[in-house]
């Protein structure tokens, strides 16, 4: 995929390591789309083996994917890329099952990859939008701790919400 | 050396019940329509206390963006739509759009030229309707009538005196969390409309918190011209946009010189963060003697204007018989007769606009 044979000669590696201690090697443009690596190696500089362990490598694996696809059409990035950018994140989040999306957005969050964060969030609000409440519960697997009637008076006050 | 990245996240609570922490949470549910959003208060108690929280609201509002569409001196139709989300656009043209069921009783077709929209502000879509000024957020379907009539100007008009009018703006004082409406009072004498500008006239400032009026007195804003005319047709229409915290108004005016009645445009502005919490007006820019000037050489200054106030986005100017006002943080569509006034023009507001004219 790393077709980038343009800037090769001065691109620093990174190595980072998951909870699972499966590493891995990127280019530090492809690292600093994430926010947290992104201060980490402008403030301690010259470090080369970053350690996450609050990410698995299969996650880790998914956002640093994203994020190489993200930093290669940054450098020419013109309307065309844009589109392709777009279409790439569509079929990236696509397919996703609940609980990749789950550990994905928790892992984006955690390195602080604000556009993967965005991308994540706008698709779990998708899965909500138009649902009725009995489907949100289900899709969440969240269990209703109202006491009885109180769910009824919220609903009576927003009935429109509810039709 | 090996570093490790432990960010403080990683100690958040998390006993929310979908698994993740609430600040997610309130990321993804503030991307929600508002008919989504009261739907999820019923989900579960932390769902509940999230969004009833005020900041939660605040968020939420910003991401709504009001409009209507106004036809032939009526309101069709108000709507919401989110705000475009740069980072993801796969629902650009989301729009929540609704009849409005409660406007019905504001317009009356047959009173034409009474309708103005005022502007909007937050979500929020300011009407005045014969001098009454209704309040719409129609993402939550709501509209609020504002207790009482504007302060009239002093003296007080006798009973055959030419009639009082006003010129309205809307804002949203983020250090109080509260609508403003500011009123300005005119008089109508014959075709013109005059002394809005009065030095001593009285400037009323309704704050929805507080369903009440505040005044001040008319500052000596256009010094030495005691006897500005607002050029009708389009004083009608004046609508307000707020940029930086301040209610700005295009006004166009004209004043006799002499022999001459010199035609200008000029941007009044209140600011509602001053100290007293009433706000202050002053003339923020105007083009002193546009007779003078070609007419294109105006359009050319309103538009470097308009740079200025929207930091750096593109103006247009279009006017056509069905005028749509929409706004976002710096978004604002005004068109009139006469001068078109048009905020940075978000591509999909055009094309909502193409397709109504169409």
């Known amino acids: 995929m790393s077709s980038s044979s343009t800037t090769t000669t001065t691109t620093r590696l990174l190595m980072l390591k998951a909870s699972d201690g499966v590493t891995f090697e990127v280019e530090e443009a492809v690292a600093t789309k994430l926010g947290a690596i992104n201060n980490m190696v402008e403030e301690e500089g010259s470090e080369d083996l970053i350690c996450l362990p609050n990410v698995n490598g299969k996650f880790l694996g998914m956002v640093l994917e994203w994020c190489k696809k993200h930093a290669n059409n940054n450098t020419n990035s013109d309307k065309g890329n844009d589109e392709v950018n777009k279409w790439w994140d569509k079929e990236f989040v696509m397919d996703l099952d609940q609980n990749t999306l789950y550990h994905l957005l928790m892992a984006a969050d955690y390195l602080s990859g604000t556009e993967l964060v965005d991308l994540l969030t706008e698709k779990v609000a998708s899965m909500i939008r138009g649902k009725k409440v009995e489907e949100i519960r289900e899709t969440f697997k969240i269990k209703s701790d109202f006491l009885p009637g109180q769910e009824e008076e919220i609903r009576k006050k927003n009935s429109w919400a509810f039709e | 050396m090996e570093l490790v990245v432990c960010s403080s996240k990683s100690e958040r609570t998390m006993g929310e019940a979908s698994g993740f922490p609430s600040d997610v949470i309130e990321e993804i549910l503030s991307r929600l329509d508002a008919q989504s959003v009261m739907r999820c208060k019923c989900v579960c108690k932390s769902w509940l206390s999230l969004i009833t929280h005020p900041g939660f609201k605040h968020r939420h509002l910003k991401n709504q963006v009001p409009g209507a569409f106004v036809r032939n001196y009526d309101v069709s139709r108000a709507f919401s739509f989110h705000r475009h989300n740069s980072s ?104 013109e409309l005059i002394n809005f500008f009065k030095r001593g006239n009285l400037v009323g400032v309704y704050s929805l918190r507080s369903h009440s009026w505040k005044t001040l007195e008319m500052p000596d804003l256009f010094s030495a011209s005691s006897s500005i005319v607002l050029t009708h047709p389009s004083s009608t229409f004046i609508c307000s946009v707020v940029v930086n915290g301040s209610i700005h108004w295009l006004v166009d005016y004209g004043r006799p010189d002499e022999e001459r009645f010199l035609d200008s445009v000029g941007i009044v502005a209140f600011d509602m963060s001053t100290e007293c919490g009433v706000g202050k007006l002053c003339i923020w820019w105007h083009v002193g003697d546009p007779s003078a000037m070609a007419g294109a050489s105006v359009q050319a200054s309103l538009s470097s204007l308009k740079q200025d106030l929207s930091q750096g986005k593109s103006p247009a100017h279009f006017s056509g018989k069905v005028r749509l006002y929409a706004t976002g943080l710096c978004s604002f569509i005004c068109s009139s007769f006469k001068s078109s006034f048009l905020g940075c023009l978000n591509g999909w507001i055009m094309m909502l606009h193409v397709v109504i004219a169409g």
Not at chain 2, 157 to 166: G, Q
Request: hydrophobic residues 30%; proline residues 12%; contains cysteine.
């Open chain 2, 88 to 191: 993801n656009d796969q629902n650009p043209h989301q729009m929540w759009d609704y009849p409005c069921p409660n406007i019905d009783h504001v317009v009356t077709r047959r009173n034409t030229l009474s309708l103005r929209v005022v502007g909007c502000e937050n979500g929020v879509i300011c009407f005045s309707f014969r001098d009454v000024v209704y309040l719409c957020n129609p993402a939550i379907r709501k509209l609020t009538k504002l207790h009482s009539p504007p302060p009239s100007p002093l003296p007080p008009p006798a009973a055959t005196a030419d009639p009082t009018t006003y010129i309205y703006g809307l804002g949203y004082d983020t250090l109080t969390d509260d609508f403003k409406v500011v009123s300005l009072a005119g008089r109508q004498q014959g075709a």
